[in-house]
């Protein structure tokens, strides 16, 4: 249901009943309730409607993230199979933590406090396909792990992470001493960790370096870097303990870089950026590229709208953004990539290939302006006497009333509907009757036009035009209308300028 009172379905509905319900408001405050119920059937001929499968999600259902970075966290869209057009997620289960849009993309509410958030909802295609989907985020704390030098020289940073993680090799150094491991003690008395070994990263702790005195000195190695097609310079780097490779500074026009190998065509040993190396022996590590994707712009114009929308710009495929322009008296219905709608379509949050640039414009569809009454509707509901169309002094006051809210409103068109014959339920069928019905509703909305007419003279509104119509081909004759619905749709109908 829209906010104007439009009843659409979402899609093909299987046989069933449906039933929605809500509330309405005018400008004056006044409010009410309403339900609407659709009946559906199976069909007794022709084609069925296409056969409906349960949609079954296909991306991951949950995620990690740190304290740290969950203000930061997104992911999606949800994804399913078996979909047939564009699917929609409804949130059933909220967290507050996340936020699933209707496009399935997830979000957090925010910065996170450590813990689990689940969100959980149901999903459905124009086809009438259903499905459930579910997320949950686990946020954990960052932990950090420092180094202390325990007696050598150099500096080594924090490491921070939320998962098990290699530590960071050793760089501190100490005259006439070799390094040996780490230790949660500076004794040694603790929990040993070998150069570049895996930590679980569940606990912050400080690692001391351990040390044996020596009067070797292990030979120093050099790793030398080759920008292998790129541009730039790096320093070469000396060691003779297990240490992190100086990350890359070469960059390529169009590429981004991958890692590290021994072979200038990859087919030697790989180093990822950062990795530890041994510096046993020296070598040349050749940087190993990849083209970079292209990337391609979605510009949106408001084709007749106002309002702005940056340009969004990809390398894959992506839901485009959603809707921000406005055009008063009109609602957004979709995407064309032409002005005049002749082009491709697009829904609003489609998803994109962005394989190529593009331009979309807004399409939009008039919304018929609300007339509202200048009272409301209950001070318009016939009372007159059984089988009359004189005017009761209880509707000539209403009349009088309305007339002086036509004036103080300056209102210029209104509508009174309701003016009806007495049919039963036995003669709605008799053809007398029926006409008889017809006419003392036209009477009857006659007697109000008239009335209406002298009020708003008094008054001295005197720039108006008021006719008393039926609803015209709505309830034509030929229609299959009742003779009671025929009669109440009687209405004055005033024009004021």
Do not use: C
Not at 113 to 118: D, E, K, R
Not at 262 to 287: E, H, P
Not at 342 to 365: E, H, P, T
């Amino acid at each position: 249901m829209s906010t104007a009172g439009a009843v659409s379905t979402t899609g093909i509905l299987n046989a069933n009943t449906y039933t929605v319900s809500g509330t309405d408001a005018d400008a004056l405050g006044d409010t009410g309730s309403w339900t609407y119920t659709l009946t559906v059937t199976a069909p007794t001929g022709g084609s069925p409607p296409p056969p409906t499968t349960t949609l079954v999600q296909t991306s991951p259902a949950s995620g990690t993230t740190t304290t740290d970075n969950s203000g930061a966290f997104t992911a999606g869209p949800i994804t399913v199979s078996h979909a047939t057009g564009a699917v929609t997620f409804l949130t059933t289960s909220p967290s507050p933590g996340l936020s699933v849009s209707a496009q399935g993309n997830v979000t957090t509410t925010g910065p996170l406090a450590v813990g689990s958030y689940s969100a959980s909802g149901t999903d459905s295609d124009p086809n009438g396909d259903t499905g459930t989907w579910v997320f949950s985020l686990t946020v954990n704390s960052s932990i950090t792990v420092t180094f202390v030098a325990n007696g050598g020289q150099g500096s080594m940073a924090s490491e921070t992470k939320s998962l098990a993680t290699a530590l960071t090799p050793n760089v501190f150094t100490w005259s006439k001493h070799a390094f040996d491991d780490w230790n949660t003690a500076a004794n040694g008395s603790g929990t040993s960790y070998a150069n570049g070994a895996v930590y679980s990263f569940t606990a912050s702790t400080t690692l001391y370096a351990q040390w044996t005195t020596t009067t070797h000195v292990a030979v120093t190695h050099r790793v030398t870097f080759d920008a292998n097609g790129g541009a730039g310079s790096m320093p070469s780097e000396a060691k003779n303990v297990l240490a992190s490779l100086t990350a890359n500074r070469f960059t390529r026009k169009g590429f981004s870089f991958v890692d590290w190998n021994t072979a200038s065509n990859g087919s030697g040993t790989s180093y990822d950026n950062y990795s530890a190396y041994n510096f046993k022996k020296s070598t040349t590590l050749y940087a190993q590229w990849r083209r970079a994707a292209a990337t391609f712009d979605v510009r949106f114009h408001a084709n007749g709208g106002t309002g702005s929308m940056k340009t969004e710009t990809k390398k894959a495929a992506a839901p485009l953004t959603l809707n921000k322009f406005i055009r008063s008296g009109f609602k957004f219905i979709k995407w064309s990539t032409t002005g005049n709608g002749s082009g491709s379509d697009y829904a609003n949050g489609q998803s994109y290939s962005f394989k190529a640039s593009i331009s979309l414009y807004a399409q939009w569809s008039a919304v018929a302006p609300v007339v509202h009454p200048a009272v409301h509707a209950v001070v318009a509901l016939s009372p007159f006497g059984v089988k009359s169309s004189a005017l009761t002094t209880t509707l000539e006051s209403q009349v009088s009333a309305l007339a002086s809210e036509i004036k103080i409103n300056h209102d210029t068109k209104i509508a009174l509907v309701g003016y009806s014959g007495d049919l039963t339920t036995a003669n709605q069928s008799n053809e007398a009757a029926w006409a008889a019905s017809l006419k003392l509703s036209q009477q009857r909305a006659n007697a109000v036009k008239e009335d209406l007419t002298l009020q708003l003279a008094l008054l001295g509104v005197t720039r108006f035009s008021i006719t008393a119509v039926g609803s015209g081909a709505a309830i034509s004759p030929s229609s299959n209308a009742t003779a009671s619905d025929q009669a109440r749709n009687r209405k004055v109908v005033a024009t004021i300028t």
